[in-house]
């Protein structure tokens, strides 16, 4: 793009070829659900530890669960929503997700104590940033590359390798499109390409394979 500049404005007389390297292939990563509970039980600070669970639990963005305040926290219908009301801009989506049974306890336990209105909080204030309080816990339990995203990134594996449909993990984790749910996520699921491979079974083939195996010895 510079050396394009570069020739519209005649600075140069022509852009010279450069041979790019080969993009590098992104390694997959995700956490497994043992994986998960070993990162929360590394967690030295309790509010590093609801993280964990929180992110895991929702599927949702850091961003959204730093901000979850408790009024959002609808524990008699046991819902959280992790839209911010006060955000008026334009911000990738976010879910209404139902209260896991096991993230319920965990956030009645931490409401009790509660000093602000922010669900991670750390001394009274609003909690900015986990990255490095995440990246020492990964390091206790012996887990590599391990950021606050890949928790988000992990539940929505999870739920795709227990078959949950594309469409609900969509809604979940708040996609626009369930083709961009599909594309990241369907791999995972059992039942990908399952149709495409059942049509080039060749079970009914396999009477005349077995004279033919008796030949050859």
């Given at each position: 793009?510079?050396?394009?500049?570069?020739?519209?404005?005649?600075?140069?007389?022509?852009?010279?070829?450069?041979?790019?390297?080969?993009?590098?292939?992104?390694?997959?990563?995700?956490?497994?659900?043992?994986?998960?509970?070993?990162?929360?039980?590394?967690?030295?600070?309790?509010?590093?530890?609801?993280?964990?669970?929180?992110?895991?639990?929702?599927?949702?963005?850091?961003?959204?669960?730093l901000g979850l305040t408790w009024e959002r926290c609808d524990f008699?219908?046991?819902?959280?929503?992790?839209?911010?009301?006060?955000?008026?801009?334009?911000?990738?989506?976010?879910?209404?997700?139902?209260?896991?049974?096991?993230?319920?306890?965990?956030?009645?336990?931490?409401?009790?104590?509660?000093?602000?209105?922010?669900?991670?909080?750390?001394?009274?204030?609003?909690?900015?940033?986990?990255?490095?309080?995440?990246?020492?816990?990964?390091?206790?339990?012996?887990?590599?590359?391990?950021?606050?995203?890949?928790?988000?990134?992990?539940?929505?594996?999870?739920?795709?390798?227990t078959g949950i449909d594309m469409e609900e993990i969509r809604s979940?984790?708040?996609?626009?499109?369930?083709?961009?749910?599909?594309?990241?996520?369907?791999?995972?699921?059992?039942?990908?390409?399952?149709?495409?491979a059942a049509s080039l079974e060749l079970d009914e083939g396999l009477?005349?394979?077995?004279?033919?195996?008796?030949?050859?010895?």
């Open positions: 793009m510079v050396l394009k500049w570069a020739v519209k404005h005649k600075l140069i007389a022509h852009a010279p070829d450069i041979e790019r390297p080969a993009a590098v292939k992104r390694k997959e990563r995700h956490l497994t659900a043992h994986e998960v509970r070993r990162l929360a039980a590394a967690c030295k600070a309790p509010h590093l530890e609801l993280f964990v669970h929180l992110a895991y639990a929702t599927a949702g963005r850091a961003g959204a669960i008699a219908r046991e819902k959280i929503d992790l839209e911010d009301p006060e955000i008026l801009v334009p911000h990738k989506g976010r879910a209404i997700v139902p209260m896991t049974r096991t993230l319920k306890t965990r956030l009645l336990a931490a409401k009790a104590g509660a000093r602000s209105p922010f669900v991670i909080e750390w001394n009274a204030q609003r909690v900015g940033s986990v990255k490095k309080g995440l990246a020492a816990a990964a390091e206790t339990a012996g887990l590599q590359h391990t950021h606050p995203h890949l928790l988000r990134h992990s539940a929505a594996v999870r739920m795709a390798e979940y984790l708040g996609h626009e499109n369930v083709a961009t749910t599909r594309r990241i996520y369907a791999r995972f699921s059992p039942n990908h390409l399952r149709g495409a009477e005349e394979v077995a004279p033919l195996a008796a030949r050859v010895r």
